[in-house]
């Protein structure tokens, strides 16, 4: 029965503890800083605060001489952050460069029911239709700015090792560059109407061979030069650009998949969703490119977010273990100096206070560490991974300040789990074992 209920005890411990931490990790940063205070207060302006600071004070000076078992809980729990946040960072990253390619004064319109434009249809009789639509607007020349445009996924030999990757090949209209004012040739010019040439990303260009100007590919059996590179900051950069009604016949291809158009003022959008919804011509589906792109992002960085969640817990299980470790020990060979300062009059929250604050800073110090090697290795640090076009999106990891403070948070969420039991064991050994024991 004692056996059950000492089992029990340690099982409700635990998982008081799981939800005391992930109560903790989800707090907002003022929640913490008011937490701060009132243990700065505490410490401060009660006795039992005064009592506490100055055992913290004498346990801290006595970290050099145990700086190997210190660095263990340091180096440990700075791992955990540094992969943990990135891990975050490259979800952060991934989003922010998908959503940055799109707006709301833009829409794109793909066949009713499709995700993507790869499973999308257009066919070149709807494209003067939409064309006339209201809500989308018009250029100087009065012509509607819209244009139908073709996505083909083509191989390409990666920049690292040579092996091939899909790259998305887009086939647009003359009119795709004013619909995408943050496409700005930087080096070249653009492709000429009817011609096989092509521009390309300067995030392509950086991730895969043989994308310099002048240089020809063979594509669909065909030499195409690269006359032009262009940059834009989001996701256009990995791809390719070329004409639409050039790249459609070389590929076979006798319709388009989707139209990007501009929309006419607030009520554009509203507009043309009312037009499409009233013409059984039209069975097609009209989003916002800031809505589209985002959708695009979400699966994949909702995956990245739980691996990181899971592989940052799976760490931190084991630096908990670590810390565990590392502060038994550190109570055990302070035994002495832990027993006369309860002599003294250290009560218990006193003595369990000062062996948790030591944890604790030593936590710190590991997740300002994880944070400041994961700022400098990975943020802005360039790859790329599969969109849902199943085409390389090049994006850059961000590390951001609320990505550094959920490392912070799992780090002292770390040291509090791994300070608390030992802390326990100090203030409850009596006294006269403990000296006897020393």
Avoid: C
Avoid at 140 to 157: F, M, R, V
């Amino acid at each position: 029965m004692n056996r059950f209920k000492g089992f029990l005890a340690g099982l409700l411990t635990v998982l008081a503890l799981v939800a005391m931490l992930v109560v903790w990790i989800m707090l907002p940063w003022f929640a913490v800083l008011g937490i701060a205070i009132a243990i700065g207060l505490w410490l401060f302006l009660t006795r039992g605060g005064r009592l506490a600071r100055e055992a913290t004070k004498i346990g801290i000076a006595g970290l050099p001489q145990r700086w190997g078992a210190s660095l263990v809980i340091v180096v440990g729990i700075a791992g955990v952050v540094g992969v943990l946040v990135a891990m975050l960072a490259m979800g952060e990253g991934f989003k922010a460069t998908l959503d940055k390619t799109g707006g709301t004064d833009s829409a794109i319109l793909l066949r009713a029911g499709s995700q993507a434009e790869t499973n999308s249809v257009i066919t070149r009789d709807q494209v003067p239709l939409i064309s006339t639509l209201p809500g989308i607007a018009r250029g100087a020349d009065g012509k509607p700015l819209a244009s139908a445009e073709l996505s083909q996924i083509i191989n390409l030999p990666s920049m690292a090792d040579g092996t091939d990757a899909n790259v998305q090949l887009r086939g647009v209209g003359p009119t795709a560059w004013a619909l995408r004012p943050k496409v700005k040739i930087v080096e070249g010019r653009k492709f000429g109407a009817g011609l096989r040439e092509i521009v390309v990303g300067r995030g392509a260009q950086d991730r895969f061979r043989g994308l310099e100007i002048g240089k020809q590919l063979k594509l669909a059996n065909q030499a195409w030069t690269v006359v032009g590179v262009f940059e834009s900051g989001d996701s256009h950069e990995s791809e390719l650009w070329a004409d639409s009604e050039v790249l459609g016949p070389a590929y076979q291809r006798t319709s388009f998949q989707s139209m990007t158009v501009k929309l006419d003022g607030k009520d554009g959008f509203k507009q043309l969703k009312a037009a499409l919804a009233a013409d059984p011509r039209l069975k097609l589906d009209a989003e916002t490119t800031r809505d589209y792109y985002g959708k695009q992002s979400e699966g994949l960085t909702k995956l990245i977010n739980i691996l990181g969640t899971v592989i940052g817990t799976i760490m931190a299980i084991g630096a908990v273990f670590g810390a565990l470790n590392t502060m038994y020990a550190a109570v055990a060979g302070r035994a002495r100096e832990i027993a006369t300062m309860r002599a003294l009059g250290f009560r218990g929250v006193p003595v369990v206070t000062a062996v948790m604050l030591e944890t604790m800073l030593l936590a710190l110090l590991g997740g300002l560490l994880g944070a400041g090697i994961a700022w400098l290795v990975f943020n802005g640090y360039t790859v790329s991974t599969l969109g849902q076009n199943f085409s390389q999106v090049v994006f850059q990891f961000r590390v951001s300040p609320e990505l550094l403070w959920t490392g912070l948070k799992w780090a002292l969420g770390i040291g509090l789990v791994g300070g608390l039991f030992p802390a326990l064991r100090a203030a409850r050994v009596p006294v006269t074992d403990a000296l006897r024991g020393a």
